[in-house]
């Protein structure tokens, strides 16, 4: 079998052993803070056998599953109980869907301050351009769950217009 990608109990305890050893834990917490290479998120990473593994989805999945990551379902996905990214404490693991890991984190307050967040943009009141976002100037289309302000989307659709007919003017309907 393919070195690379072989996964026998020696192979578990090297990378169990790996991810232990890459740790530092916080008295205060109780988060096993991964010390080595981080994401850009602040997530744990480590290279295991030619793979680029995030460190908290490997002990998660090893862990709590027993199987190592890669074989793993991609739509499962390993949530911190502690919100510390860095944290590879199986017991501040969880795993769960996408779904999951969002009403986690909505539970939890954390998505209510997101700028793209549906709470964030339902408590605009007005659109960037200083339009009010009441009545007639309102819209919300069928279905959606955005809001729209009907005097831009008026003007963006001018300047379409405009450009188009200024193209058609120019170079013939394409």
């Given amino acids: 079998m393919n ?59 090893l862990a709590l599953c027993g199987m190592p ?32 890991n969002m009403q986690d984190a909505r539970s939890k307050g954390h998505l209510q301050d997101l700028p793209g967040s549906s709470a964030a943009n339902a408590a605009k009141t007005h659109c960037p351009q200083g339009h009010a976002l009441v009545g007639e100037n309102l819209y919300q289309p069928p279905g959606r769950r955005h809001r729209q302000c009907r005097t831009c989307s008026a003007e963006a659709s001018r300047r379409y217009r405009a450009t188009k007919a200024t193209r058609d003017a120019a170079c013939g309907p394409l």
């Fill in 3 to 61: 070195d690379r990608v072989s996964w026998t109990e020696d192979r578990r305890r090297e990378l169990a052993a790996r991810l232990v050893s890459g740790v530092e834990v916080s008295d205060a917490t109780g988060c096993w803070v991964w010390q080595g290479a981080k994401t850009r998120g602040g997530y744990g990473k480590l290279t295991f056998h030619g793979r680029q593994l995030r460190a908290s989805r490997a002990m998660g999945m």
């Fill in 69 to 100: 990551s890669w074989e793993a379902p991609t739509r499962l996905q390993v949530c911190h109980h502690c919100d510390n990214p860095p944290c590879i404490n199986p017991d501040h693991l969880f795993i769960g869907r996408p779904r999951d």
